[in-house]
């Protein structure tokens, strides 16, 4: 049981460039979500998803797309990335409002 | 505007003392706090929760407190470990806002000195 699953750990893109950022759960858990985390500003969520074909956005959505066309894969795409996109991005899901579980984190460098 | 709030950015204990991390919000939507525990090149774990209809939660070693009025929530760690040397994020959610839809405090980072 990996729980969630980010892929890659690490990426290196230039500006403009577009990339998916990759989260699997096999934990069956309906509610899914993505967190950036920046210093100084904690972690703050861009979208999440109550379940298949249901997405909506978060606090810091803008340059960034998602899709959860299944139970278990949700991933998040950057349409052309810019260096204020330099950041460490947390996927998690959970049952309900309580805890969530987070996979180990994606460190995204944008020159 | 940062709703949740956790001033100290960072906190030193010796090794058996307590340690005690704070954070404030200014949401009175929120009805429902958890902290979380993140060492290097991980991701968060959750560490322990409160609902707003309690003042207080007990999880071994850890602790939380929350004041309702003064918009207050504090994670007591007794004793303190070696290995609790992390960063806290407190995190808060409301009724009124979607599951998942959490709030985060910049974080503590809490070192604990053998």
């Known amino acids: 049981n990996a729980g969630v699953t980010q892929t890659p750990k690490f990426q290196v893109l230039k500006t403009g460039q577009s990339m998916t950022l990759q989260c699997a759960q096999d934990?069956?858990?309906?509610?899914m979500s993505w967190y950036r985390q920046d210093p100084g500003m904690g972690l703050r969520l861009i979208h999440y998803?109550?379940?298949?074909?249901?997405?909506d956005q978060g606090e810091v959505p803008n340059g960034y797309n998602v899709s959860r066309s299944t139970t278990e894969d949700f991933p998040l795409r950057l349409l052309s990335a810019a260096p204020s996109q330099t950041s460490v991005y947390f996927c998690?899901?959970?049952?309900?409002?309580?805890?969530?579980?987070f996979g180990s984190g994606t460190q995204l460098s944008v020159l | 505007d940062q709703q949740v709030k956790q001033n100290s950015p960072s906190l030193s204990v010796q090794e058996g003392r307590i340690s005690i991390l704070n954070c404030d919000y200014t949401?009175?939507?929120?009805?429902?706090f958890l902290w979380y525990k993140k060492y290097p090149a991980e991701g968060p774990t959750f560490l322990i929760s409160?609902?707003?209809?309690?003042d207080k939660n007990e999880d071994g070693r850890f602790t939380v407190f929350l004041n309702k009025s003064a918009k207050h929530l504090s994670l007591h760690i007794v004793p303190s470990q070696p290995g609790d040397s992390a960063v806290y994020f407190c995190?808060?959610?409301?009724?009124?806002?979607?599951?998942?839809?959490?709030?985060f405090g910049q974080g503590t980072i809490l070192t604990v000195h053998p």
């Open positions: 998690a899901n959970h049952r309900g409002r309580k805890k969530l579980f």
């Open positions: 934990m069956n858990h309906e509610y």
């Open positions: 998803s109550v379940g298949a074909g249901i997405t």
């Open positions: 949401n009175s939507m929120f009805d429902y």
């Open positions: 409160i609902s707003s209809i309690k």
């Open positions: 995190a808060a959610s409301g009724s009124g806002t979607s599951y998942g839809k959490l709030t």
